[in-house]
């Protein structure tokens, strides 16, 4: 079955970097589109990063564009979100989701369990 | 933030229907992309619930069903069960924004 595994999440102060990771199996990840979705505490999803099955195109909604940057190793079936000059309101569960297949609106078909990234002083 | 309206709330007793309501705009809903619904109980990530406007990925009951119409959609749980109290989010493709998910919706099984 589809698993996804997250982690690098952390405590960091504000303006500090952080590296999340993604750890997929289950499935065949280098033919998968790969998204990350966050939530902050007791808030709804936000869509963050989305990337190509061969990596050629990335795309990022206009308010984190520059700060946040994903990027995959297919060799290693693994997901990455580099996260950039944190800031307080980017504490949230950073989860990472396998885009569906075929679809003209695609949807986020499987979800890992989430990484939880505090950016406090 | 979120560009699709859900109401914050519903609540019905077992067995009842209650429908959440996914309120968007021509950019997104209107501009013909689906619309698809994420069920996520408290401390858990979201899983699928409808995909495509009115599919359900197996396993999902079939009291669960979706519709879309115009700048909207909705979905309908039928026959409420006390496993059913849980988040609900839409979801769908904005074209100045990318993909953008609902507001959410809390449903309580009174």
């Known amino acids: 079955q589809v698993q996804l595994m997250e982690s690098g999440g952390d405590v960091v102060q504000p303006g500090r970097s952080l590296r999340l990771s993604c750890t997929a199996s289950?499935?065949?990840?280098?033919?998968?589109?790969m998204h990350w979705v966050r939530q902050a505490p007791g808030k709804g999803l936000q869509w963050v990063a989305v990337?190509?099955?061969?990596?050629?195109?990335?795309y990022y909604p206009n308010s984190l564009r520059g700060r946040f940057s994903i990027s995959r190793d297919n060799s290693k079936s693994t997901l990455y979100l580099h996260l950039n000059s944190l800031r307080g309101d980017d504490t949230a569960v950073y989860y990472c989701?396998?885009?569906?297949?075929?679809?003209?609106?695609?949807?986020?078909?499987?979800w890992g369990q989430g990484t939880l990234v505090t950016v406090s002083s | 933030q979120s560009v699709l309206t859900q109401p914050p709330s519903v609540s019905g007793a077992p067995g009842q229907r209650v429908t959440i309501s996914c309120t968007g705009s021509?950019?997104?809903?209107?501009?013909?992309?689906?619309v698809h619904w994420y069920q996520q109980i408290p401390g858990t990530a979201p899983k699928v619930l409808i995909y495509?406007?009115?599919n359900r990925p197996s396993g999902v009951p079939d009291r669960f069903s979706g519709s879309k119409s115009g700048t909207s959609a909705s979905l309908a749980i039928t026959g409420l069960q006390a496993e059913d109290e849980a988040d609900y989010y839409c979801?769908?493709?904005?074209?100045?924004?990318?993909?953008?998910f609902g507001t959410g919706t809390t449903v309580t099984v009174l």
């Open positions: 289950g499935f065949t990840f280098s033919d998968s589109s």
């Open positions: 989701a396998r885009g569906s297949y075929g679809h003209p609106t695609p949807y986020f078909a499987s």
């Open positions: 979801q769908s493709y904005d074209n100045g924004l990318g993909y953008v």
């Open positions: 495509a406007n009115n």
């Open positions: 021509r950019s997104n809903i209107g501009a013909s992309y689906d």
């Open positions: 990337i190509s099955s061969d990596a050629t195109d990335k």
